[in-house]
Structure formats: C-alpha cells, structure tokens
C-alpha cells in the first residue's frame, strides 16, 4: 500500500479548514487520520518521517488532539452548567412570581375590606361597668378620663409629635398610671397602640375624602398624622390594616 507523501499536508490543511469553521467532529477526524498517517509513513518510509517530523510533529500532534478532546469536554460541561443555571433563574422568577401574585391578592382583599369599615364604621361609646372589673379605679375618674380622651380624639390632638403618656396624664389633671389603666381597660390597647391607631384611623380618612394628601410622599404624609419618620408611619399601617401606605394610596388613585 503506497501513501502519498502529500497526504499529511492535507490532512493538515482539513484539520486547520475544519478548526475555521468550528466544526470540531471533522477537526478531530482528520487529526486522527493525520496522526495514522505520520505513524505508517514513520515505520515505512525513514525519508518521508525526516521531512514530517519537522513539520508535523506527533507529539504536537497528539497534544492538539487531547486539547480537542479536552476543549469538547469543557463546552459540554459548560453548557449543562449554563442550563442548570437557567433552569434554577427560571424556577425562581416562577416562585417569585406565584408570591407576588398571591401578596397583591391578598393586599386587595384587605383594601377592600378596608373600604367597606370605612362606611359602615361606628364607634361604640365605652362601659365604666362596675369597680371589680375597672382594676381598682373608680367609676367617676374612669368616667373622666373617658371625656378627655373623647375631646383629646374629637380635637385631633393626637396629632402632635410629642405626646407623651405623663404630658397628657398632666393635662387631664390625673396621673399616667390611671391614665394608662383607663386606655387598656376601655381601648384594648396600650398608650402607644392607642396613639398610633388614632393617627392611622385619621389620615385613613383624610387620604379618602381630602386628594391634595394623594399627591403627597409617604413621608410627607406620616408627618400630617403626627409620625416622625415614614417607617415607624408605614409599620403602624400595617399592623393596624395588613396593607401598606403606598399600596392604600396607589388604589385610592387607581
């Protein structure tokens, strides 16, 4: 069996042809049958070896196979990682997505009902009962500090920044002890929730019937009702509705 001594050199121009156009089956055909061929011409003809050794080396030859090899190797397990990744960037967005749905479901929910308080909303005037149940406290000074709290919500002045539990006690000529018991006993609250509900309840109303407060930003707004900041403001918000201003307020405008 005669080789053409040229035959290297076109096993050797297919390989670099095929290397061009990235089509690395073919690539690594022809390095197979370039290298089958390096090793018949090196047993058979000594002259012909002399020359291909110098100009395609086996052991380059051998290496740039195994970097083929190698190469196909790293692609392939590139892209199973590159799939994986866009399996798990896929299965998030769903998650995600089912939540948020789920989230704004239930935020409409709670604004709805929110809305439907609003306009059958009545207050119930407070019971004095009797003095086992008031907590030691008389009747008449339950009955009093119930009037101030009255004309204290009727005024607004919950409102201001700062209110504290001893200053309104001071004001109603009564002490913060008796002042605070009276809150729990009647409101079902402490000072702070009793406070905060107040100035939610109001600015509730105010977003409802008044549109200039619609304009304003959530920290504009938590000012008008008497909070200091826009976290402390949107907390209570949602503590007291399970929604938050920014979501009461975008409906309110929808």
């Not at 990682?81 to 798990?88: D, G, M, Y």
């Not at 009962?129 to 008389?138: A, L, M, P, Q, Y």
Request: proline share 2%; glycine share 2%; aromatic share 12%.
């Amino acid at each position: 069996h005669v080789l053409n001594p040229e035959l290297p050199l076109v096993y050797d121009k297919l390989v670099s042809y095929y290397r061009n156009k990235n089509n690395d089956q073919k690539q690594l055909e022809y390095l197979y049958k370039l290298i089958r061929v390096e090793r018949i011409i090196d047993v058979k003809k000594s002259n012909i070896k002399n020359k291909t050794e110098k100009e395609y080396h086996i052991p380059k030859l051998l290496e740039d196979k195994e970097d083929q090899i190698a190469d196909l190797y790293k692609r392939n397990k590139n892209s199973k990682i590159l799939i994986w990744i866009a399996v798990f960037v896929v299965s998030l967005m769903v998650l995600f997505s089912g939540y948020y749905f789920q989230r704004q479901k239930k935020f409409k929910k709670r604004f709805e009902d929110l809305i439907a308080l609003q306009e059958k909303q009545t207050k119930k005037p407070p019971t004095t009962d009797n003095e086992e149940t008031n907590n030691g406290i008389s009747i008449e000074i339950i009955e009093d500090i119930l009037t101030k709290l009255s004309e204290f919500e009727l005024k607004n002045k919950f409102l201001s920044y700062d209110i504290s539990l001893i200053d309104l006690a001071k004001q109603f000529g009564t002490n913060s002890t008796y002042l605070s018991k009276v809150i729990n006993l009647k409101k079902d609250k402490n000072f702070s929730q009793y406070l905060n509900d107040l100035r939610i309840e109001y600015i509730v109303n105010e977003l409802k019937v008044n549109k200039k407060y619609r304009n304003y930003t959530i920290k504009a707004i938590a000012n008008e009702c008497g909070f200091k900041n826009s976290e402390s403001f949107s907390k209570a918000f949602y503590k007291k509705y399970g929604i938050y201003p920014s979501y009461y307020l975008k409906n309110l405008k929808g």
